[in-house]
């Protein structure tokens, strides 16, 4: 068995790579356990020193790791630069703030002493995906180690090659050989390994099912998870938004990697007062974004990561429009061998279609009517996920009441689109999963927060 590149611009085959035995990826585990032993006991001096390392690494060869992506998975190059510097200043966070994050915290209680420490949990699970294959693993990896553990990657089947790029940055800036370690396999191994006694936690960014998966096999065998799942994030654009604006922030916040980002713009909530001026600027928009090849200058819709996933989305368009939504823009698949899907714009988008109850992974935007706030509020709530949101108006204070009460996510921004950022928190609720990523928070989720009373 072999794990594949298929550069989805062309559809051809590139590289393969062999793909391990359990067996192997067992050993594996050993080694990197071996590791974690030292590890956990060096100051954080030494572990910022090499996470700076590889912070400058990835600024180094960022137009490297941007080709790989862009063969791999169809990232626009300029994206890819850009992922991986914003790698580099996620290392560069969690190198500056660990230890303040994990210093010991007094407490006041009867006994002589008694604070809280915050200790390493040992060799930590990631299973991650490919829309970001760079990123989503060093939002995990850069605190996880500057925590004290050691990692273990399984990435996204199509994209082996980043995945060994990763590898070797952390071996580079001079992390323990084996400190942070890629496994070259398929899914179907996962469970093996978050059995194995020595993998103390996992955490896995992706799909619901794969969720659900993972966390079934990790509960069985009692160990911590966290999940970072699919999200449908709503946008509402009140009566009182500036339509320019608001149409801005919305075709940049659908569009973000071709569309495919578990934060993305993805339910457009409009009232009905704002809907006109709304739909027709948004459109124009949505219509001159460059759909191309990932290389040339100026694409801003590469083709999507795989064709089956383009396939999904088409069909869900379809179905969509067969249930009474109204197409504005976009829609039909291009007579091209790349994975590319258009620029979409769908408007009377209701309950029951799977543009109002489903992930829409790529650049297909669903316009749903509201009559006021209030329906606006209950729509972008009438969802299973919970991820991030954003609502748009002119009142400040209206916006932040709305973020901070009304929507149900783990993030909401005001006239902004959502985005990752090291320094505030990051996940969902609901069935976008659970857990933080990033900021202190982030960094104490893989670690044993341990009560130490000295009497
Ligand atoms: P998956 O969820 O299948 O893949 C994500 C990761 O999970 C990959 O490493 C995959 O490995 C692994 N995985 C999948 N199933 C299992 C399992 N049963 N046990 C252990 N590991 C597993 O995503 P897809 O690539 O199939 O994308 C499907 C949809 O998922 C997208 O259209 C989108 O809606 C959502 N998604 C959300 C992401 C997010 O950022 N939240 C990212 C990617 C997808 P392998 O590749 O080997 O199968």
């Not at 949505?286 to 383009?310: N, Q, V, W, Y």
């Not at 091209?336 to 988008?349: C, E, I, N, R």
């Not at 009517?369 to 606006?376: D, I, L």
Request: aromatic share 8%; proline share 5%.
């Amino acid at each position: 068995m072999t794990l594949q590149s298929i550069n989805p611009t062309t559809g051809e085959l590139f590289a393969t790579y062999e793909e391990w035995s359990t067996e192997q990826a067992q050993d594996v585990v050993c080694k990197v356990h071996q590791d974690y032993v030292a590890w956990h006991r060096t100051g954080f001096d030494r572990r910022a020193s090499l996470m700076r390392n590889a912070a400058g690494i990835l600024s180094d060869n960022a137009r490297e790791y941007a080709k790989l992506m862009a063969e791999e998975m169809g990232k626009p190059f300029l994206d890819g630069i850009a992922e991986a510097e914003k790698c580099a200043k996620a290392c560069e966070y969690f190198a500056e703030n660990a230890e303040t994050f994990l210093s010991r915290q007094p407490v006041w209680t009867d006994a002589r002493k008694t604070f809280v420490a915050f200790n390493p949990l040992g060799v930590v699970l990631a299973i991650m995906p490919w829309n970001f294959p760079f990123w989503q693993v060093f939002r995990f990896a850069a605190p996880s180690l500057m925590a004290g553990n050691a990692a273990l990657l399984k990435h996204a089947s199509n994209v082996p090659g980043c995945a060994l790029a990763i590898e070797k940055i952390f071996r580079d800036a001079g992390f323990p050989e084996n400190l942070f370690r890629t496994l070259m396999i398929a899914s179907k191994q996962v469970d093996a390994l978050i059995e194995h006694p020595l993998v103390r936690a996992v955490t896995l960014t992706g799909s619901g099912a794969a969720g659900r998966a993972v966390a079934s096999k990790a509960g069985a065998v009692l160990k911590k998870t966290v999940l970072e799942l699919g999200g449908s994030d709503p946008y509402l654009i009140l009566e009182d938004a500036d339509p320019h604006s608001a149409a801005a922030i919305c075709a940049r916040g659908r569009l973000v990697n071709s569309g495919q980002s578990c934060i993305a713009a993805k339910r457009f909530i409009v009232v009905e007062e704002a809907r006109p001026a709304f739909e027709k600027r948004f459109v124009e928009l949505m219509s001159k974004a460059k759909m191309g090849d990932p290389f040339e200058g100026g694409t801003e819709i590469g083709p999507l990561a795989r064709h089956d996933l383009r396939d999904t989305l088409h069909r869900q368009v379809v179905a969509s429009v067969g249930m009474g939504a109204r197409l504005l823009l976009g829609g039909t698949v291009p007579n091209h061998p790349g994975a590319y899907y258009p620029a979409t714009v769908l408007t009377d988008v209701g309950k029951g279609m799977p543009a109002y109850e489903e992930e829409l992974f790529g650049p297909v935007a669903a316009i749903i009517p509201a009559k006021s706030e209030a329906e606006a509020i209950a729509i972008a709530n009438d969802t299973p996920f919970g991820l991030g949101g954003a609502v748009i108006t002119r009142d400040l204070p209206r916006g932040e009441r709305i973020a901070e009460f009304e929507i149900e996510s783990g993030m909401v921004f005001v006239n902004e689109n959502v985005r990752s950022d090291p320094r505030v928190p990051f996940g969902g609720i609901k069935e976008s999963g659970y857990g933080r990523e990033l900021s202190s928070y982030g960094i104490k989720e893989f670690v044993n927060i341990k009560t130490v009373m000295v009497y």
